[in-house]
């Protein structure tokens, strides 16, 4: 079985623009949570989608949102980019929900200049 | 208000030895924790869990000691390898699937040879 991909791995943006960043579960997994570390934070959730509706809200503002497609691949979109949005981004598929074994991408690195 | 703690940022143990790493949380509801672990430049992997109906879990090296009264749930990892150096979370939940995990900071486990 292929591995939770996300794409891009890397990117640079400036503050004020928007980011989309793209999550591939593992067949079958019809939940995908999203999540951003920082050093010293952890992971802190952003949200989580199940059959194409977010189940699931972290503390994250607006500017934060995602949408989940029929085939369970999810989108994040971050707009109006502040410089305190450079993280890594990490994506992570399960069965059913985040209590199952959940199964992490290698994440996007953002950073903000 | 972290309802999720692990206070050791990190730890370094000698190869061969126990590695104990501690977590507690504050949220009664929790009856579900994890483990997971993470290398450098890759997301976590899902070392083992335990529900709130044991008090400890087993697989191989890797055993999960959790004390209900005192909220608090330890990894024992015996003997101590090179290769278990790595940030280790653990992450609790209220069971359900559908409810979010809540991941503590994280603890740097060293491994010294």
């Known amino acids: 079985k292929a591995g939770v991909t996300q794409t891009p791995r890397y990117l640079i943006k400036t503050r004020g623009q928007q980011v989309t960043l793209s999550c591939s579960p593992i067949?079958?997994?019809?939940?995908v949570s999203w999540y951003q570390q920082t050093p010293g934070q952890g992971l802190q959730f952003l949200f989580e989608y199940f059959s194409e509706t977010q189940r699931n809200k972290g503390n994250f503002p607006g500017r934060f949102s995602g949408r989940q497609f029929s085939n369970s691949r999810s989108e994040m979109n971050v707009s109006t980019l502040e410089l305190g949005d450079s993280a890594l981004y990490l994506c992570?598929?399960?069965?059913?929900?985040?209590?199952?074994?959940?199964?992490f991408g290698p994440g996007t690195r953002l950073t903000v200049t | 208000d972290q309802q999720v703690k692990q206070n050791s940022p990190s730890l370094s143990v000698q190869e061969g030895r126990i590695s104990i790493l501690n977590c507690d949380y504050t949220n009664s509801m929790f009856d579900y924790f994890l483990w997971y672990k993470k290398y450098p430049a890759e997301g976590p992997t899902f070392l083992i869990s335990?529900?709130?109906i044991k008090d400890k879990n087993e697989d191989g090296r890797f055993t999960v000691f959790l004390n209900k009264s005192a909220k608090h749930l330890s990894l024992h990892i015996v003997p101590s390898q090179p290769g278990d150096s790595a940030v280790y979370f653990c992450a609790a939940s209220e069971g359900n699937s559908n409810y979010q995990l809540i991941w503590g900071a994280g603890t740097k486990l060293i491994i010294k040879p």
């Open positions: 067949s079958g997994h019809r939940s």
């Open positions: 992570a598929s399960s069965p059913q929900g985040p209590s199952d074994e959940q199964y």
């Open positions: 335990i529900s709130s």
